[in-house]
C-alpha cells in the first residue's frame, strides 16, 4: 500500500505525559498538512510543510504542539504535557500539484486520560 | 473566507442516485471546490474537485452553478457502503477548509 501512513492508530496517555505520532507521506508528495478532528466535528487545519519548510501553523497549535519534517519525507508531531483538551483524531494528509489534492491517512487516536 | 454550508442528514435509497447540495458563495475564483467523504473511523476520502466547469469521475459528478455559489454531488447508484459523512471543502493558501458535512444514509 503506497497511501498515507500514519503510526501509531491509537495511543492511550495520562496527562501531562509527552506523545509523539509519525506520518508518512505519499513517496515524492512535496506538501504534508496535519488536521485534528473531534467528535463530530469536520477535521481542522494545524499546519502545513512544504518539503522540509513548515510555512503555515494554525492558532491552534499552541506552544506545546510541534511538528518536524526533517528532509522533506516523513513528519513526527509532538505534543508535550498533554491535556484531556487534546484528546482526538490527527490526521496527515499529503499533496503533489497545483490542483493540492491531499490524500488523508487512517489517523491516530489520542486519548488523554 | 473559504466557508461551505451543507444540510446535517440525508437519506438515500439503494439504487437510487444521491443529491447533496452544498453553498459556497464565499469561495474565491480561483479555488477548487473539493468534496471528501469519512466512514466512521476512518480518513477524509477525496472524491472529486471541479473549479467552473462540471466533472465527472468513477465515484461521482459534480455539478457547479455558473456564479460558483453552489455545487451538487451525485452519486449515480448509491450502495449501503456510500453511507458516510459527506465534506463539500474550500480552500484557503493550501489548507483545506471543513465544514459539518452531511450525513448520508442509504438505505436498503
Known amino acids: 500500500d503506497t497511501g498515507v501512513s500514519q503510526n501509531p492508530r491509537h495511543k492511550i496517555t495520562k496527562r501531562g505525559q509527552n506523545v509523539t505520532f509519525r506520518c508518512d507521506p505519499i513517496?515524492?508528495?512535496?506538501?504534508l498538512y496535519w488536521y485534528r478532528q473531534t467528535l463530530g466535528q469536520g477535521p481542522e487545519f494545524l499546519t502545513y510543510?512544504?518539503?522540509?519548510?513548515?510555512?503555515?501553523k494554525s492558532r491552534l497549535l499552541s506552544d506545546r504542539f510541534s511538528a518536524e519534517r526533517p528532509k522533506g519525507s516523513f513528519s513526527t508531531l509532538e505534543i508535550q504535557r498533554t491535556e484531556q483538551g487534546d484528546s482526538a483524531m490527527y490526521l496527515c494528509?499529503?499533496?503533489?500539484?497545483?490542483?493540492?489534492?491531499?490524500?488523508f491517512g487512517a489517523g491516530t487516536r489520542l486519548s488523554v486520560l | 473566507d473559504a466557508k461551505t454550508t451543507q444540510p446535517p442528514s440525508m437519506d438515500c435509497a439503494e439504487g437510487r442516485a444521491a443529491n447533496l447540495p452544498c453553498n459556497h458563495s464565499t469561495i474565491s475564483g480561483n479555488e477548487y471546490v473539493y468534496w471528501y467523504r469519512q466512514i466512521h473511523s476512518q480518513g477524509p476520502q477525496y472524491i472529486i474537485h471541479g473549479l467552473k466547469n462540471n466533472e465527472t469521475n468513477e465515484m461521482a459528478s459534480l455539478i457547479i452553478t455558473e456564479d460558483r455559489k453552489s455545487s451538487t454531488l451525485i452519486l449515480p447508484h448509491a450502495t449501503l457502503r456510500d453511507t458516510a459523512v459527506y465534506y463539500c471543502i474550500g480552500s484557503q493558501g493550501g489548507k483545506l477548509i471543513f465544514g459539518q458535512g452531511t450525513e448520508l444514509s442509504v438505505k436498503p
Open positions: 513517496s515524492e508528495h512535496n506538501r
Open positions: 494528509a499529503s499533496s503533489l500539484g497545483t490542483k493540492n489534492i491531499q490524500y
Open positions: 510543510f512544504q518539503n522540509e519548510a513548515q510555512l503555515e
